[in-house]
Protein backbone atom coordinates (compact mmCIF):
# COMPACT_ATOMS: atom_id res chain seq x y z
CA UNK A 1 0.00 0.00 0.00
CA UNK A 2 1.34 3.69 -0.89
CA UNK A 3 1.90 6.04 1.55
CA UNK A 4 -0.13 9.01 1.05
CA UNK A 5 1.00 12.27 0.92
CA UNK A 6 -0.61 15.80 0.44
CA UNK A 7 1.46 19.35 -0.40
CA UNK A 8 1.84 21.87 2.30
CA UNK A 9 1.43 25.66 2.48
CA UNK A 10 4.01 27.47 1.03
CA UNK A 11 6.78 27.87 3.31
CA UNK A 12 10.54 28.94 3.18
CA UNK A 13 13.48 26.45 3.82
CA UNK A 14 14.50 27.70 7.23
CA UNK A 15 18.10 27.43 6.50
CA UNK A 16 18.36 29.77 4.21
CA UNK A 17 15.98 32.82 5.35
CA UNK A 18 16.11 34.47 1.82
CA UNK A 19 15.08 31.55 0.26
CA UNK A 20 11.70 31.94 -1.90
CA UNK A 21 8.29 30.41 -0.52
CA UNK A 22 8.02 26.80 -1.91
CA UNK A 23 5.82 23.60 -1.62
CA UNK A 24 7.02 20.43 -0.06
CA UNK A 25 5.15 17.10 0.20
CA UNK A 26 3.68 16.24 3.54
CA UNK A 27 2.90 12.60 5.07
CA UNK A 28 -0.72 11.85 5.71
CA UNK A 29 -1.69 9.36 8.36
CA UNK A 30 -4.49 7.61 8.11
CA UNK A 31 -4.54 6.22 11.66
CA UNK A 32 -2.89 5.22 14.36
CA UNK A 33 -1.66 1.48 15.30
CA UNK A 34 -1.40 1.34 19.30
CA UNK A 35 -0.07 -0.91 21.75
CA UNK A 36 -3.19 -3.16 21.38
CA UNK A 37 -3.16 -3.20 17.93
CA UNK A 38 0.43 -3.92 17.51
CA UNK A 39 0.51 -6.84 19.95
CA UNK A 40 -2.63 -8.68 18.05
CA UNK A 41 -0.48 -7.77 14.90
CA UNK A 42 2.61 -9.57 16.65
CA UNK A 43 0.57 -12.39 17.96
CA UNK A 44 -0.95 -13.46 14.96
CA UNK A 45 2.68 -13.60 13.03
CA UNK A 46 4.01 -14.91 15.78
CA UNK A 47 3.71 -18.02 18.51
CA UNK A 48 3.07 -15.40 21.13
CA UNK A 49 -0.23 -14.90 22.55
CA UNK A 50 -1.71 -10.94 22.81
CA UNK A 51 -0.98 -11.44 26.33
CA UNK A 52 2.79 -12.35 26.33
CA UNK A 53 3.22 -9.55 23.29
CA UNK A 54 1.82 -6.71 24.95
CA UNK A 55 3.68 -7.93 28.49
CA UNK A 56 6.49 -8.08 26.00
CA UNK A 57 6.19 -4.98 24.66
CA UNK A 58 5.37 -3.26 27.95
CA UNK A 59 8.54 -4.64 29.45
CA UNK A 60 10.63 -3.13 26.29
CA UNK A 61 8.70 0.86 27.57
CA UNK A 62 10.26 0.26 31.38
CA UNK A 63 13.71 -0.75 30.29
CA UNK A 64 14.70 1.44 27.22
CA UNK A 65 14.24 4.64 28.61
CA UNK A 66 16.12 3.21 32.10
CA UNK A 67 18.77 2.65 30.07
CA UNK A 68 19.34 5.64 27.78
CA UNK A 69 18.61 7.29 31.81
CA UNK A 70 22.02 5.30 32.48
CA UNK A 71 23.66 6.37 29.61
CA UNK A 72 23.58 3.27 27.34
CA UNK A 73 22.80 3.26 23.70
CA UNK A 74 19.86 1.19 22.98
CA UNK A 75 20.92 -1.07 19.77
CA UNK A 76 18.24 -3.07 18.47
CA UNK A 77 20.44 -5.15 15.46
CA UNK A 78 18.24 -4.56 12.16
CA UNK A 79 15.69 -2.26 13.62
CA UNK A 80 18.51 0.08 14.70
CA UNK A 81 19.22 2.05 17.63
CA UNK A 82 17.99 4.65 20.17
CA UNK A 83 20.32 7.12 22.27
CA UNK A 84 19.88 10.45 24.14
CA UNK A 85 20.72 13.84 22.59
CA UNK A 86 21.01 17.09 25.18
CA UNK A 87 20.04 20.68 24.48
CA UNK A 88 21.87 23.59 26.61
CA UNK A 89 22.56 27.02 27.49
CA UNK A 90 25.87 27.53 25.43
CA UNK A 91 29.07 28.75 28.26
CA UNK A 92 32.17 30.79 27.10
CA UNK A 93 34.12 28.08 29.17
CA UNK A 94 34.20 24.38 29.62
CA UNK A 95 34.16 24.91 32.90
CA UNK A 96 31.10 26.85 32.59
CA UNK A 97 29.04 23.74 31.15
CA UNK A 98 27.43 22.52 33.89
CA UNK A 99 23.78 20.46 34.60
CA UNK A 100 21.60 23.53 35.58
CA UNK A 101 22.09 24.40 31.87
CA UNK A 102 21.10 21.80 30.73
CA UNK A 103 17.88 22.41 29.14
CA UNK A 104 16.02 19.46 27.59
CA UNK A 105 16.84 16.17 26.34
CA UNK A 106 15.46 14.05 23.70
CA UNK A 107 15.74 10.92 22.03
CA UNK A 108 17.45 10.10 18.44
CA UNK A 109 16.65 6.82 16.84
CA UNK A 110 18.73 5.56 14.05
CA UNK A 111 17.25 2.94 11.58
CA UNK A 112 19.36 -0.34 10.97
CA UNK A 113 20.06 -2.32 7.84
CA UNK A 114 15.84 -3.47 7.65
CA UNK A 115 14.05 -0.43 8.82
CA UNK A 116 16.05 1.56 6.32
CA UNK A 117 15.35 -1.20 3.41
CA UNK A 118 11.68 -0.66 4.18
CA UNK A 119 11.91 2.62 4.05
CA UNK A 120 14.13 3.13 0.92
CA UNK A 121 11.05 0.60 -0.85
CA UNK A 122 8.12 3.08 0.35
CA UNK A 123 5.78 3.81 -2.65
CA UNK A 124 4.09 7.04 -2.45
CA UNK A 125 1.00 8.15 -3.75
CA UNK A 126 -0.39 11.78 -4.18
CA UNK A 127 -3.99 12.36 -2.40
CA UNK A 128 -5.66 15.15 -4.40
Known amino acids: MPVKFTTTSRRKDLRD ?9 NAKSIGKADREVISKIIADISTMSVVDTDASISAFLKV ?11 ELG ?3 SFRLSLSSEASETPEDVT ?4 TGA ?23
Not at 17 to 25: D, F, G, N, T
Not at 64 to 74: F, H, R, S, T
Not at 99 to 102: D, G, L, M, P, R
Open 106 to 128: RVIFTPGRRFKEVLNNIRYQKEE
Open 17 to 25: PESQMLYYA
Open 64 to 74: VPEQLANGMIV
Open 78 to 80: DFG
Open 99 to 102: AEKI
